[in-house]
């Protein structure tokens, strides 16, 4: 599939994943609406994009809210012309143990302000900005492409019962939507990452990375252009719809 002057959106666009699968779609001409919180932290990536040769718009919003993200996508579309692509990757970890004991003791629990912080972002986010995208894909009657960013942690994580269950979440909305949608022209998948060098992970001790990389049979964690080349994969094959690509360097099997 040719996505040259298509427009597509991207949520949590400024660094990470996000950035990385903006910078590939770009090299092939297409439009990009960009959105993150504050739009100022998306110069960088926009300017790669445009040097790549994509026509992009920047966007301020907060994918929890709901007018904000009915108020992104119309800006996006009136500035860059009829939506096929969103991909919806906007998130963050909050992790702890549900419950945690010490010699006996109670210690502490997962707050509630952890666990609904996740589930705003990670699942609501998600779901507003799928539901927004299909509206104007099936008002523009050009169907469209949506990939929603799931994690190896949809399996269940240790520590991260807030973002595994926001992770298992999306993945599943991906399949109800390729469903519901595919009448109107309009595929829809997911891609699961495990462990990605993204600027978070680039942070950790040393050690800690050792660690997580002993734990990838392939033994390296991936990169954030390789996740970008997934979601290409996405646009360009026409075939593929209401699927997971688990890109985990064979983690789990």
Same mark, same amino acid.
């Given at each position: 599939?040719?996505?040259?002057?298509?427009? %597509?959106? /991207?949520?949590?666009?400024?660094?990470?994943?996000?950035?990385?699968?903006?910078?590939?779609?770009?090299?092939?001409?297409?439009?990009?609406?960009? %959105?993150?919180?504050?739009?100022?932290? %998306?110069?960088?990536?926009?300017?790669?994009? *445009?040097?790549?040769?994509?026509?992009?718009?920047?966007?301020?919003?907060?994918?929890?809210? *709901?007018?904000?993200?009915?108020?992104?996508?119309?800006?996006?579309?009136?500035?860059?012309?009829?939506?096929?692509?969103? %991909?919806?990757?906007?998130?963050?970890?909050?992790?702890?143990?549900?419950?945690?004991?010490?010699?006996?003791?109670?210690?502490?629990?997962?707050?509630?302000?952890?666990?609904?912080?996740?589930?705003?972002?990670?699942?609501?986010?998600?779901?507003?900005?799928?539901?927004?995208?299909?509206?104007? =894909?099936? *008002?523009?009657?050009?169907?469209?492409?949506?990939?929603?960013?799931?994690?190896?942690?949809?399996?269940?994580?240790?520590?991260?019962?807030?973002?595994? $269950?926001?992770? $298992?979440?999306?993945?599943?909305?991906?399949?109800?939507?390729?469903?519901?949608? @595919?009448?109107?022209?309009?595929?829809?998948? @997911?891609?699961?990452?495990?462990?990605?060098?993204?600027? =978070?992970?680039?942070? =950790?001790?040393?050690?800690?990375?050792?660690?997580?990389?002993?734990?990838?049979?392939?033994?390296?964690?991936?990169?954030?252009?390789?996740? $970008?080349?997934? $979601?290409?994969? /996405?646009? =360009?094959?026409?075939?593929?719809?209401?699927?997971?690509?688990?890109?985990?360097?064979?983690?789990?099997?």
């Amino acid at each position: 599939m040719n996505i040259e002057n298509k427009t %597509i959106v /991207i949520t949590g666009a400024a660094r990470g994943l996000g950035a990385a699968m903006a910078k590939r779609l770009a090299t092939h001409k297409c439009k990009l609406g960009l %959105i993150d919180l504050d739009k100022d932290n %998306i110069a960088d990536t926009a300017s790669a994009c *445009e040097a790549a040769g994509a026509e992009v718009t920047c966007v301020s919003a907060d994918v929890t809210k *709901e007018d904000d993200v009915i108020n992104s996508y119309a800006q996006v579309v009136s500035d860059l012309g009829p939506l096929f692509g969103s %991909i919806n990757n906007a998130g963050i970890t909050r992790d702890g143990l549900l419950v945690k004991f010490k010699d006996g003791e109670f210690v502490k629990r997962m707050s509630l302000e952890d666990w609904q912080a996740v589930i705003d972002l990670n699942l609501t986010g998600v779901f507003l900005c799928g539901r927004e995208a299909a509206q104007h =894909m099936i *008002e523009g009657q050009s169907g469209g492409v949506i990939i929603n960013i799931s994690s190896i942690a949809r399996h269940g994580n240790f520590g991260q019962t807030n973002y595994s $269950a926001t992770k $298992a979440g999306v993945q599943s909305m991906a399949v109800v939507w390729a469903k519901e949608l @595919s009448k109107y022209g309009i595929r829809v998948n @997911s891609i699961a990452p495990g462990f990605i060098n993204t600027e =978070m992970v680039a942070g =950790m001790p040393d050690h800690v990375k050792e660690s997580l990389t002993k734990m990838v049979p392939t033994g390296r964690i991936g990169e954030p252009d390789e996740v $970008a080349n997934a $979601a290409e994969f /996405i646009f =360009m094959n026409e075939y593929f719809s209401g699927r997971c690509i688990d890109l985990d360097g064979a983690q789990r099997l």
